[in-house]
């Protein structure tokens, strides 16, 4: 009598082998391939958005860099919702205030991320709110004081995966 051998094929041992070859086909092609393809249609950046936005609130006048905090982090895990503080350290006087702030992200497709006023009353410019972002880039803040007087900040933020078009 011959002996005989009988793989026993179970739905288990199926699943891990085809698992298996997966992952070996997979991975070579993912070594191969770009880190990041180029955002196009509408999700391409704005360049021009941008500029519009950034010299429509400064009136084409340089702000200060210093004088405003701009608190974001550089690594953004869920770009969908990035969250960014702003805040005027410039004193607030019954004469002068911060009228206006906004956070414009450089190289979203609609690069200004949100606008917020104040008054006298308000006693202090700051605010937290979350952004979009469609991939690594600046986020800036600019300030308008009642004077006229302008200030700025920037932080380049990466982002981990993209938070638009998801």
């Keep these: 009598m011959t002996a005989s051998t009988h793989t026993h094929l179970t739905r288990r041992t199926l699943v891990a082998s085809a698992v298996g070859a997966g992952a070996t086909l997979a991975l070579p092609a993912l070594a191969q391939s770009p880190a990041r393809a180029p955002l196009v249609g509408a999700l391409a950046p ?24 701009l608190d974001v982090s550089m690594l ?45 009353a308000n006693g202090t410019a700051e605010a937290a709110v979350r952004v979009r972002l469609s991939q690594t880039q600046t986020i ?27």
């Design 76 to 120: 953004a895990d869920n770009p969908s919702a990035v969250p960014v503080k702003v805040k005027l350290e410039q004193p607030i006087s019954d004469t002068d205030w911060c009228e206006e702030i906004i956070v414009l992200a450089e190289l979203n497709p609609s690069p200004l991320a949100c606008r917020m006023k104040f008054t006298q």
């Design 140 to 166: 800036h803040a600019l300030a308008r004081m009642k004077s006229g007087q302008l200030f700025a900040a920037s932080q380049a933020v990466t982002v981990a995966a993209s938070g638009c078009g998801m």
């Design 46 to 69: 704005n360049p021009a958005e941008f500029k519009k936005a950034f010299d429509e609130f400064t009136g084409g006048r340089a702000p200060k860099t210093g004088g405003l905090l």
